[in-house]
């Protein structure tokens, strides 16, 4: 019941987001996939596995008329794979979040669940796919078990225990008194940045998402939060689908696919080295550091993400 509460809770949350954004009202008859509906096992239910997980097809969408911030965009994300996304500020980056989130529809194009065209579905049933881990880790105060567990409350012990190791962080279980069952302070207060993203992505990959949407840190991390984080990307593929805003040469190198963003299009796709060459976007964001290598500090990339929102 408390599970139900939740979600319910949470469906309030999304139709309040969706009247702000005064986006219109769905046609009743969108429905769920049947297997999609196995719930906590959604990351193994496909409809089609030969069929991306996320497929974005010649996606325009503009937040204004006449001032069109992507067009044309195509790329897709397959089963267990890595995508960054990458581009300079401004490029859309967030907004193929919002797209994919559905807290937008496109002006023309497609975008593909599974291969199923988003418009026959519900907003509901694609967000059940997906995991959102912004720069906005919200640590509340509570148990670190809480933490990790609220959107999934009746997680079974070995669960929980399976995404503290997946999201390294049994340093911060040892090191707590009590452990899952010790106090994080306010505001996660007693943990660093690096961590409390963690603990965000643990809560995450708890619901087994089909795909997690992951805004990467643009804060500096330490060395050791750095090494968790990559240490992370790299297993988190075995679980889910993977598409991340990238920042860090560390992710992108990882990556089995990057898409650089330039001019509301897929300017490049490849692999790092192959667009360190072939695309001078991608060469001009790395060499301005905006891909920053592992545990620099944040003087290049200072500039604070503003959102005109
Ligand atoms: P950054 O790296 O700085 O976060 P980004 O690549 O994520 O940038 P977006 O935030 O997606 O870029 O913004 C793309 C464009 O859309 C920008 O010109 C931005 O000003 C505009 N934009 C973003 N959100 C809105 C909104 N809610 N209403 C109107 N315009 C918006």
């Not at 911030?69 to 794979?81: I, M, N, P, T």
């Not at 040892?174 to 996660?188: I, S």
Request: charged share 25%; glycine share 8%; aromatic share 4%.
């Amino acid at each position: 019941f408390r599970a139900v509460g939740l979600i319910q809770r949470g469906m309030g949350a999304y139709q309040r987001i969706e009247q702000a954004l005064s986006l219109p009202a769905e046609p009743p008859q969108r429905e769920t996939p049947a297997v999609w509906a196995r719930t906590r096992e959604p990351a193994r239910q496909t409809v089609s596995p030969e069929e991306p997980v996320l497929a974005l097809r010649d996606i325009g969408f503009g937040y204004v008329p006449d001032r069109p911030v992507l067009r044309g965009l195509s790329f897709s994300v397959a089963h267990r794979q890595q995508v960054a996304l990458v581009g300079r500020s401004g490029a859309g980056k967030s907004t193929v979040f919002a797209l994919v989130s559905r807290f937008y529809e496109p002006d023309s194009g497609a975008l593909l669940f599974d291969g199923l065209p988003a418009g026959g579905l519900s907003r509901a049933a694609c967000r059940a796919r997906i995991a959102v881990v912004d720069q906005n880790t919200h640590v509340v105060h509570g148990t670190l078990r809480d933490n990790i567990t609220y959107a999934v409350p009746d997680a079974t012990e070995a669960e929980v225990r399976h995404v503290v190791e997946l999201a390294r962080l049994e340093g911060v279980v040892r090191r707590l008194p009590g452990g899952l069952a010790g106090v994080l302070g306010e505001r996660g207060g007693t943990l660093s940045a690096g961590e409390r993203q963690r603990v965000a992505l643990a809560r995450a990959l708890l619901a087994r998402p089909a795909l997690l949407l992951l805004d990467e840190p643009t804060s500096h991390l330490d060395t050791i939060n750095e090494t968790a984080l990559t240490a992370v990307m790299r297993d988190v593929t075995r679980e889910c689908s993977v598409l991340v805003i990238a920042h860090r040469l560390s992710t992108v190198q990882h990556a089995d696919r990057i898409v650089v963003l330039d001019d509301g299009r897929a300017a490049a796709c490849g692999r790092h080295e192959e667009l360190l060459t072939g695309s001078p976007v991608y060469h001009e964001l790395a060499a301005g550091q905006m891909l920053r290598p592992a545990g620099t500090r944040t003087s290049a990339v200072t500039t604070p993400r503003t959102r005109p929102r």
